[in-house]
């Protein structure tokens, strides 16, 4: 795939992270980009100026607007692309959607792109951004999980309520519908399923994964704690082994993208070490004790050769660094 030139991709999702981490890894790569924005007629002064603003943007960067429960309003995105990076997830700013309408509205959403690359007749991959929220999810007794592990979303359901459980049933759910449409159509698909991402970014609001990050660092009301162990995977990284699968002839399936394990001591032990500046927050509060961690095995996205290039200090200089530059820290 790699030998058929760069060509013209689409992301969805291009004002998120990971959407806006990836355009910009993407045009560093030599690729033109087609990236999709939610349409809101409140908000048609959207600023996307740290989009356009990227290294090349200006020669190949085109905006669209797009909704996922308008699932056509991609096809103009879409239209003569070589691949899809589809990272876009449904987002109700108003609360007025109900858990169930958020997903069905990622898994309609989904399938409908999915149907556009079928349409387009050039598209040749799809990368779809799962979660680890799609392995992680059980009441079994686990102690390693690979791609062949799946969230047990009956389990989950009886605690729906719970903050971040309906958006693991929405990923869950949209995956296994993805690769079963994928799978029955013929189209190429993989998935990456990357862990907590941490570090830089160039989206205009502070993300809530670095934001849930940095709680140690910066007083935040995320709802979201620390488990006494997390996984982390850099930004880059992330952004990078999306476009490691896209060019590799012989990906298939689902790949999981994490990086390093620590305990939440540990962490605090490391950020009190090398911040010695800021006073590290190492409350109860923040830590979520008693859950049983369950470790992920990237061995199948090492095994086709993709290396891991940074670490914690990395994924927390670069927040850290990129926080100040915006006036958060």
């Known amino acids: ?24 890894s993407l045009l560093q790569h030599g690729y033109s980009v087609n990236t999709t924005i939610r349409s809101n007629p409140q908000d048609s002064k959207k600023n996307t100026s740290f989009l356009t603003s990227l290294p090349g943007a200006s020669e190949r960067l085109r905006i669209f607007q797009a909704n996922l429960d308008k699932p056509d309003s991609f096809n103009p995105a879409i239209k003569g692309c070589i691949g899809v990076f589809h ?37 040749k991959r799809v990368v779809y951004t799962s979660s680890a929220a799609t392995i992680m999810g059980h009441n079994n007794d686990i102690d390693v999980v690979d791609e062949n592990s799946w969230t047990d979303v009956d389990y989950l ?91 590799y002839p012989n990906a298939k399936g689902r790949y999981i993208c994490s990086a390093v394990e620590i305990t939440v001591d540990k962490l605090a032990e490391f950020l009190s070490a090398r911040y010695p500046e800021f006073q590290i927050r190492n409350e109860e509060g923040l830590i979520e004790r008693g859950y049983k961690f369950t470790s992920l095995s990237s061995k199948k996205l090492l095994d086709t050769g993709f290396r891991y290039k940074y670490g914690l200090e990395e994924m927390f200089d670069e927040a850290i660094q990129c926080c100040r530059e915006k006036g958060i820290l």
């Open 1 to 24: 795939m790699e030998g058929e030139g760069k060509g013209t991709v689409c992301v969805t999702g291009g004002t998120g992270f990971v959407g806006s981490w990836l355009v910009k």
């Open 157 to 247: 359901r009886q605690f729906i309520s719970r903050f971040g459980v309906s958006y693991s049933i929405a990923k869950t759910l949209t995956e296994r519908a993805a690769l079963e449409f994928a799978e029955k159509h013929s189209l190429d698909l993989v998935t990456v399923i990357p862990t907590w991402i941490h570090g830089p970014f160039v989206c205009s609001r502070l993300p809530g994964s670095v934001s849930s990050s940095l709680s140690m660092i910066i007083e935040n009301n995320d709802e979201m704690k620390y488990t006494e162990t997390t996984a982390f995977v850099h930004t880059d990284d992330v952004a990078n082994a999306h476009i490691f699968l896209f060019e």
């Open 87 to 123: 990272v876009a997830h449904p987002i109700d700013l108003t609360d007025k959607e109900t858990a169930e309408m958020k997903i069905n509205k990622s898994i309609s959403g989904t399938l409908g792109i999915l149907q556009a690359c079928l349409d387009s007749k050039t598209v």
